[in-house]
Nanobody, 116 residues
Framework: QVQLVESGGGLVQAGGSLRLSCAVSGREFSITAMAWYRQALGKQRELVAS???????NYADSVKGRFTISRDNAKNTAYLQMNNLKAEDTAVYYCRAFLGMRGDIWGQGTQVTVSS
């Protein structure tokens, strides 16, 4: 029943920006942490950024200084602000919510395509 709904993906030129959103639909649950992953065609899914309820963040080296993860705890919504996008950022981006003892859930994915 509970699910993550992603939005904000699309086509953008290199150097541009996009903001992805990931919202919990339906009943609210306690989310201890949220994260963004991405998977390019022919490659494995990789962790891009994560954040805890306390505000601790972590980023992949490839996106440090360009991407920012944030979270609205009251709305159980996570965001990924992506600036100075590069062609190599092209991928399907997935959000993930950690629910403690209840495990975790994934969003449906949203396509980000960066053209040169």
């Amino acid at each position: 029943q509970v699910q993550l709904v992603e939005s904000g993906g699309g086509l953008v030129q290199a150097g541009g920006s996009l903001r992805l959103s990931c919202a919990v639909s339906g009943r609210e649950f306690s989310i201890t942490a949220m994260a963004w992953y991405r998977q390019a065609l022919g490659k494995q899914r990789e962790l891009v950024a994560s954040t805890t309820s306390g505000g601790n963040t972590n980023y992949a080296d490839s996106v440090k200084g360009r991407f920012t993860i944030s979270r609205d705890n009251a709305k159980n919504t996570a965001y990924l602000q992506m600036n100075n996008l590069k062609a190599e950022d092209t991928a399907v981006y997935y959000c993930r919510a950690f629910l403690g003892m209840r495990g975790d859930i994934w969003g449906q994915g949203t396509q980000v395509t960066v053209s040169s």
